[in-house]
């Protein structure tokens, strides 16, 4: 599940990833240098984990995707661990910008239950290490939908066009396939052109948001697509919010550790994604920040309210195309020049 390139400077990078302001942790034995996107939530997590680890961290922080890329590429950037989602890493993966990573050396890597990860760790250059997944799903407003919205047609095509539906901007190539998904009943994009008249149709419905929830806890927004781990924070705030699964699918997302080839310290690395695999501490990740982890051995220890969290563990038999989609480079640029001219140009 990942969406190749599409919008690169403005797609959250999920958990991982650096370029400036650089931080270091206190007390450790190691030191490795760890890329942040600015939109990743994942820097307190790494700064207590950091003296258990026995790892120094030194912390690099970008907001522009395309501009990563192109430090890495030039190797500007001697970034040891990248922290992202399957869409990202799957960029850098093609560009062959990130070092094989031996999976006999981590011992505490057990397999997935559910991880598209496979379908990117291509033949012998295995990249990827998968750490924990999440949804696209809707927020809605309780008071103004007293049934659940159970359709994606009731975010795309049944509203009307004074309807306050905010869409999260860091995802907001994904319209393209969740609008393919209700209209044509298919998860692959269709030919761009039969495509473009149903987004000319959503222009005046959708408005892009930085922070959608905010829209949402404050009665601004009657719906949101989000993250599933962003509604389920909001779920504990605010009763007034309700989320729902739409009935013709929704797409997954993984949150990956991969190592750039232009880090310095690949055993030290190595040793990092280990223990970052340590049972424990995916269950205090999902506790605390409401991600799904579908590791056996973490799922043994999970919390029952967790596990019995629709949210972070829904019922996989009502989600029918958990995978987001991957799509070459230049029939992508078709699909993004479609959307842009739409959703953009005056």
Not at 200 to 226: C, E, H, M, R
Not at 294 to 323: E, F, G
């Amino acid at each position: 599940m990942i969406i190749r390139r599409k919008f690169l400077k403005n797609t959250m990078v999920g958990a991982m990833a650096g370029l400036s302001c650089p931080y270091i942790i206190r007390a450790a034995e190691k030191e490795l240098l760890i890329s942040l996107h600015k939109d990743s939530g994942d820097r307190p997590f790494l700064e207590n984990f950091s003296n258990i680890m026995r790892i120094k961290l030194q912390f690099h922080i970008f907001d522009d995707n395309e501009y990563f890329i192109n430090e890495i590429a030039k190797k500007n950037v001697k970034t040891d661990i990248l922290l992202t989602t399957t869409r990202f890493a799957s960029v850098l993966h093609e560009e062959n910008l990130l070092r094989p990573i031996n999976f006999s050396t981590l011992t505490n890597y057990n397999e997935p239950r559910m991880s598209n990860v496979g379908k990117y760790n291509l033949s012998e250059k295995l990249t990827m290490v998968p750490v924990s997944c999440f949804f696209y799903c809707m927020g809605y407003n309780k008071n103004i939908f007293p049934n659940s919205p159970s359709s994606w047609g009731e975010v795309l095509d049944k509203q009307p066009t004074n309807a306050r539906i905010h869409w999260q901007l860091s995802i907001r190539e994904d319209l393209l396939s969740l609008a393919s998904l209700y209209q044509f009943n298919d998860f692959n994009f269709p030919d761009p052109v039969i495509l473009t008249g149903f987004l000319q149709s959503l222009k005046d419905k959708i408005k892009f948001s930085y922070n959608p929830a905010a829209f949402l806890a404050q009665g601004n927004a009657d719906i949101i697509v989000t993250y599933s781990y962003v509604v389920s924070k909001l779920m504990e705030k605010f009763p007034h919010i309700g989320f729902s699964y739409p009935k013709e699918g929704t797409a997954m997302n993984e949150g990956v550790l991969v190592m750039p080839n232009t880090g310095q310290n690949a055993d030290v690395a190595l040793e990092a994604i280990n223990k970052f695999l340590v049972p424990q501490i995916g269950r205090y990740v999902t506790k605390n920040s409401a991600v799904t982890n579908y590791y056996p051995h973490v799922l043994r220890i999970m919390d029952n309210n967790l596990l019995q969290n629709p949210l972070i563990y829904p019922d996989l038999k009502n989600i029918k195309a958990t995978r987001a989609i991957y799509r070459g480079r230049e029939l992508q640029a078709i699909y993004k020049k479609n959307f842009e001219d739409i959703f953009y140009k005056k």
